[in-house]
């Protein structure tokens, strides 16, 4: 056999790459993923794996917070020692990935791969050949076009920073921005953020933003509106943005947070005619490319629904049974088995990890009060379910029911909101009735079984105030 010649290469190494490979692997497969980076992409090593494990003892203080009349002396967080345990964490999980494909059988190819022809990928002075291939190389951070760009960081920067910056001050009204101001505002910083429209996290149910923004606000957030930062300057004591207009404002530390852009440069797509635009590579319902040995997966891709992680794995998966399918032998599976179904995805919840927390999933409210046939029910599980619910009295939710009370959507603000919106999801993919819902036992007296009980009532046509 000839050790350059592969069933399947991966042009990276993120979950919409590697889910994948195991399961081809698995499946006798000859498999390569080719990364120029830290193998596991941009989520393990630079994106949510170290800004959730950051979080960790601010979440903490946000729920002690809660409880303020009755605890006293809020703790102070140690940014040196949480960075150190950063690192100690997660500096070593490319490592103990990378060797846990090579036992498998996977070979990873480090540099960058360049697309030569419809089945060759070149990396250094070498050609790899495949039957198929996988373009699963993501994104990287927006970067503004303004004079003294080079000032400014970006999101995998703030996820390194040694020391805590007294005044930060973050450009975009993205769930980066938000999630970021959380943290910095317990921290003790002055906190601005620097938004080009009038609105922040645009996606998310605004009613539930606006009291978000009040919430920092009152923590000393500053929200600046309708601003285009046009410029990025040193001073003598520290760093200066202004815009074309009247806008000036001092800080010490800008995070470039306008936003994310798939990598679709330099990776061979124009050589070979795939076809794609600013939004990423555009894919056909089997997440084939206009070349039909060639996919694409994950962030790169050009498409509506949201660029999660969990979407980039669901997608990886579902390339490797597609590529199955094709290579399925004919004499031993009947025909309507090798029929490839197009792929279909399911509820995707969707959360801001913002201190409390926003997620949403499904039918958005706005939808459902334009569609005759749907209604919007609050339920203010905060209040109804105080001391379940840990104090956090703010925290409620709006559902959408259908014409049959069957669940179609949901928007969640507190801060369990990721973990409730779990459940929900469930409910609306195995599309539960009230009745079903209401059949199910939870552990009680937890936060989820009062949240469940309480939407359970409502799907069954009863408004329940407790």
Known sequence: MNNNHYDVIYIGSGHAAWHGALILNQMKKRVAIIEKDKISGTCTNYGCNPKILLEGPFEAVESLQHYKDIVKNTPQIDWSKLMEYKQQTIRPLHKGLESIFESQGIDIIKGEGILKDNHTVNVGDTDYKAKYIVIATGQRSNELDIEGKELTHNSTDFLDLIEFPKRITFLGGG???????????????????????????????????????????????????????????????????????????????VVDATGRIPNVENIGLDQIGIDYDKHGIKVNKYMQTNIPNIYASGDVVNKKIPKLTPTATFESNYIALNILGRDADMKKFPLKALKLIPIKYPAIPNVVYSLPRIAHVGMSVEEAERKPGYKVKTVKFGEQLEFQYKHEREAEMKVVLDSRNRLKGAVIYGSAADDLINILTIIINKKMSGREVNKMIFAFPSASSGVIQLIGMHMLGVDINL
């Open 175 to 253: 769930f980066v921005s938000i999630e970021f101001a959380s943290i910095a505002a317990k921290m003790g910083s002055e906190v601005s953020v620097v938004v080009h429209s009038d609105k922040v996290l645009k996606p998310y149910h605004q009613p539930y933003v606006k009291k978000l923004i009040e919430k920092l606000e009152a923590e000393g957030v500053k929200f600046y509106f309708n601003i285009d930062v046009t410029k990025l300057e040193n001073i003598e004591n520290g760093l200066k943005l202004s815009d074309d207009k009247a806008f000036q404002l001092e800080t010490d530390y």
